[in-house]
């Protein structure tokens, strides 16, 4: 029966949740708003489940003997690029899986501005997980969304943090052929109960937020702000040296304990590509710099090889 017993060994990455066969795993907030594992014990068969799926108590070794192939890019659609954090590779990528038929997941707000992943099987649904959010996306039930999926026979293209990628590895207990994952170079994901008590402040002067934006690129790509659109026309505006949440979040103020003892930092990964803003790109490469935003795009399998070939 999975406990936990030190903060930083959970990424909450809710592979136990999602595979417990009595559905006697909940996800519940602590109070930095971080949510962990809690076993009901009246429902618990003690099957052990959990315990053995944990990609934190298990780790899955990585293949270390081939290194990963670099590449900086962009995507051409200047538009696309300039709505994305970086060069806007994610929507290249998803927009060649909706061609196949298939679903992509990512991480989208909802209503309250709150980060929970979700799924969607057509081109326009991308818009809502184009852009970083700097706060712990939620995963609920993604990971069993995807597996229905996948044993249908489609593709699925799933993308987050490197944790919960390996959260999902951990949940399927194996690979299948139309399974594409996408993670990132991760500094840490913040709280989610420091970002609603940022979006209160904000609230208390205008009111209804209709629109935010981490990574709003007005005043470039390197100099990024923090943008928040409000229901009654006025927009707040900050850059990441300026703007609190930005500021605590680039500090470490407010990330996950485990976010500080990441097993998931390493140069190979279980993904079969990384994503990244390609910072210093025009110290190596003066021509794929325009500050709009570069990608850094890493490939570390062969299945992830041919998607980019085709
Ligand atoms: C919490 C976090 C920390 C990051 N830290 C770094 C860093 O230190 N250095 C670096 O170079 N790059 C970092 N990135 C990655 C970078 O910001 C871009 O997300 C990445 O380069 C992809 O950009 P894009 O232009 O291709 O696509 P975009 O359209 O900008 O990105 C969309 C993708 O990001 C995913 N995403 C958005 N928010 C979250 C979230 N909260 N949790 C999981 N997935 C999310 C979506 O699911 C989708 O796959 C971080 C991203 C996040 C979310």
Redesign the pocket.
Same mark, same amino acid.
């Given at each position: 029966m999975i406990e936990i017993i030190n903060k930083s060994q959970c990424n909450g990455c809710h592979a136990c949740a999602s595979v417990c066969p009595k559905q006697c795993i909940s996800m519940q907030t602590d109070n930095e708003g971080f949510l962990y594992p809690q076993v009901d014990s009246s429902k618990c068969t003690r099957c052990g489940l959990c315990e053995k799926i944990c990609p934190v108590l298990h780790k899955k070794p990585i293949d270390e003997t081939m290194l990963p192939k670099a590449y900086a890019a962009y995507n051409i659609d200047e538009e696309i690029?300039m #709505?994305?954090? @970086?060069?806007? =590779?994610?929507?290249l990528f998803?927009t060649a899986i909706i061609h196949r038929g298939g679903v992509v +997941?990512?991480? @989208?707000f909802h209503d309250d501005f709150s980060?929970e992943h979700s799924f969607t099987e057509s081109v326009e649904g991308l818009a809502k +997980?184009?852009?970083?959010?700097?706060? #712990? @996306?939620k995963i609920g039930d993604s990971y069993k969304q995807a597996e229905t999926f996948l044993q249908q026979g489609r593709w699925v293209l799933f993308?987050?943090?490197p944790c #919960?990628i390996g959260g999902l590895y951990a949940y399927l207990r194996r690979d299948y052929d139309t399974l594409l994952t #996408?993670d990132?170079?991760?500094?840490?994901?913040?709280s989610p109960l420091v970002w609603q008590k940022y979006l209160d402040e904000k609230r208390k002067e205008n009111k209804t937020i209709s629109a935010v934006s981490f990574?709003d690129k007005e005043k470039g790509w390197k100099q990024f702000s923090m943008a928040i659109t409000f229901a009654n026309g006025i927009r707040y505006s900050k850059t990441l040296g300026v703007d609190s949440m930005m500021r605590v979040f680039l500090s470490d103020w407010c990330l996950r304990p485990s976010c500080h003892d990441c097993a998931y930092k390493t140069k190979n990964r279980h993904s079969d590509i990384t =994503?990244?803003?390609?910072?210093g790109i025009e110290k190596v490469h003066l021509e794929m710099f325009d500050d709009k935003?570069t990608? =850094?795009l890493l490939v570390h399998t062969p299945k992830g090889e041919a998607f980019l070939r085709n």
């Open positions: 690029r #709505q994305s954090s @970086s060069g806007g =590779l994610f929507t998803a +997941f990512g991480a @989208s980060v +997980f184009r852009g970083s959010k700097y706060v #712990q @996306s993308t987050g943090t #919960q #996408q990132i170079i991760c500094h840490g994901v913040p990574r =994503l990244a803003d390609y910072w935003g990608s =850094l």
